[in-house]
């Protein structure tokens, strides 16, 4: 099997510029990476994990954190989220690893058996809840982490996202200008997530700019009778900007439960919805979480002077 030394050796380059190359170092140029990995490929070279473990401390692994909640299993936005991770940490010979768990100390106690046991250096969460004690341990450790969602008011990581202002403003026009929705509410959890403040900033943008008087959806967890209030006191809505897919269809279902004969838009986030839910009345806002994942490796190994903070993904209506 062929070894760094053997790729130095046949590209006449010294055994540290291989290893660099091979690791996607961004002192040493594109065009020698390129070439780089294209004698490795000849030669048939295996990266050997272990030894790489050895001599850096750190484990060829990335740590990917899921958030705690009974959704995550079968949203295809997470399914999307990792295969855009693994695109890119396969170009760079890591692989990832995943903690996941139905309660938070279980996935505290697995990321904390990963830096001390395994010695993963570098995690992204696909999440970014404000006092979670998983981010409070990581921003504790001699590690790097950047998670999917930006930090809340007062807090700062590196991050990846999407302009949720812009796209909550783009989902409002959008019920507006192509179904003619006079009056869309919006429709959001209770938790106040940041990525929520800011679609419902961009709503209430929209909503001024057209003359509209606005209406706040605070839709409870696992509360029928609160729910079904909301929607009868609400009358004249024939629209929804909901803040997730998954909040859109709760809201759809109930609606026409009591209104069967009332058409009305929804529109939510992720695309995260097999088609067999929904029907043409139902829309979602792309949020790309392949290339969301994507970014969020090139920043977690982003080598550049000043390190960027941030990766904004654009959306698709």
């Known amino acids: 099997m062929a ?74 936005f997470y399914v999307g989220l990792l295969r855009g991770i693994n695109e890119r940490l396969t170009a760079k010979n890591f692989v990832l690893s995943v903690a996941i768990g139905n309660a938070t100390e279980q996935v505290l106690e697995n990321v904390k058996s990963m830096i001390n046991r395994a010695q993963i250096k570098r995690f992204i969460l696909l999440y970014s809840h404000i006092n979670d004690p998983i981010i409070e341990l990581l921003r504790k450790q001699d590690v790097e982490f950047v998670t999917v969602g930006k930090p809340a008011a007062g807090q700062n990581w590196p991050y990846v996202d999407n302009n949720n202002v812009k796209a909550g403003a783009d989902a409002t026009r ?26 419902r900033e961009g709503y209430l943008k929209e909503m001024a700019q057209t003359n509209r008087k606005p209406v706040i959806f605070a839709v ?15 009358p004249q809505m024939d629209g929804i900007v909901a803040t997730d897919d998954y909040t859109g269809l709760l809201i759809y279902h109930r609606f026409k439960a009591l209104f069967p004969d009332k058409s009305i838009e929804v529109i939510g986030f992720n695309n995260s919805l097999p088609n067999e839910l929904t029907d043409q009345h139902f829309h979602s806002v792309d949020l790309h979480p392949k290339e969301m994942g994507k970014a969020a490796v090139d920043l977690l190994f982003s080598e550049e002077v000043g390190k960027p903070q941030r990766a904004i993904v654009t959306h698709t209506v």
Do not use: C
Not at 6 to 22: E, F, H, N, P
Not at 220 to 234: G, K, V, Y
């Open 3 to 76: 070894t760094i030394r053997d790729i130095a050796k046949q590209m006449g380059l010294s055994v540290s510029t291989v290893s660099r190359a091979l690791n996607d170092n961004q002192r040493i140029s594109a065009r020698t990476r390129k070439k780089v990995k294209q004698m490795a490929a000849h030669l048939g070279y295996q990266p050997n994990y272990n030894a790489r473990n050895l001599t850096n401390q750190e484990a060829n692994a990335v740590g990917v954190i899921f958030p705690v909640n009974n959704r995550v299993v079968d949203n295809i």
């Open 220 to 234: 409870p967890d696992d509360n029928d009778s609160q729910l079904t209030q909301l929607i009868i006191a609400n």
């Open 174 to 199: 959008f019920l507006i200008n192509h179904y003619q929705v006079s009056h869309p509410v919006f429709a959001e959890s209770p938790n106040g997530w940041p990525y929520e403040l800011d679609r």
